[in-house]
Every structure is written in C-alpha cells, then in structure tokens.
C-alpha cells in the first residue's frame, strides 16, 4: 500500500472515477477499428453504416463533421473512393468515460493518390459504444509525413 509522504496535504482532494479498460472493451475496440478500416478501404456503404447506430454523435474526418449518420457513410465511403488506404498503426482503449462509451486513441496510416508520399500517419480519438462495435464520435487529424521520408520522392 503507498502511503502518503508526510508533506503531503491531509485534507481531501476531489478525483475522477477510475474506469480501467476490460478484456472486453480491448476486444469490442479491436474488432470495431477493424471492421471500420476494412469498410473504408472497401468503400462498403453497407458496412460503414452497420457501424453507426442511435449512439452516433459526430464523425470529424477531411473536411466538415458530419453529424448524422448518412454523412459520416458518405465521408468515409469517399475516402476509400478516391483510392485512400487506411492500415491500424495503434489503437489504445482508455477505458470507460462518463458517457458510458468506451475512450479510445488511435494512430492510422493513411496512404493512396492525394496524400503525400509514402504515407502520413493521422491520429484521431473518440467514444465507441461496446458490446455494440458501434462508433459514437471520431475524430481524425490530416497527419503528417513520418521523419526522415522526403514527401516530394
């Protein structure tokens, strides 16, 4: 047990629940990024929209958000659309907010005819709704060219 040092204030401070991430939210993340890269890069309008449901809230991705279900399809299907590629470079699930939805980070590789050569890599962050493997909000960065590759080569 750690035991305070004995500066340490006596009187109570406020904190945040602690909610760690579970065997189950880890897996429900990995098989919802998955599903996701694989319906972008696939343009499947289909599968895009099976991953959004009554939870969805927004999709920030190239350009405007999108902040109804149709939209976001749209967006992401025009990604894979105009010959974009996504692969998962990380994804850390940070547990449970006060949302209820499951916190996550995640770093994409983003390569194809309009990004710069050989790829960059995007970050993005959001909320999704486990068990359901379903997206509430996603954000993703435009990324930048990894150092050391030349991005006129």
């Known amino acids: 047990m750690r035991r305070p040092s004995p ?29 996701l890269i ?29 902040y109804e279900v149709r939209g976001a399809v749209e967006a992401l299907a025009a990604i894979g659309r105009s010959g974009e590629r996504w692969a998962l470079r990380r994804l850390d699930v940070n547990g449970r907010g006060w949302h209820g939805g499951v916190d996550f980070g995640v770093e994409i590789r983003r390569s194809g005819p309009d990004i710069p050569k050989p790829f960059v890599e995007s ?7 486990c068990p359901a493997g379903r997206l509430m909000l996603f954000g993703l960065g435009n990324g930048r060219v990894p150092r050391g590759f030349d991005p006129r080569s």
Do not use: I, M
């Open 7 to 35: 500066s340490a204030s006596t009187s109570a401070q406020p904190s945040a629940p602690s909610v760690r991430s579970t065997a189950d939210d880890d897996l429900c993340a990995r098989r919802t990024f998955d599903a």
């Open 123 to 129: 970050a993005g962050k959001g909320v999704l709704d």
């Open 38 to 66: 694989a319906a972008v890069n696939a343009s499947d309008e289909a599968r895009l929209a099976s991953l959004f449901g009554g939870s969805f809230q927004w999709l920030g991705v190239t350009g405007a958000a999108s």
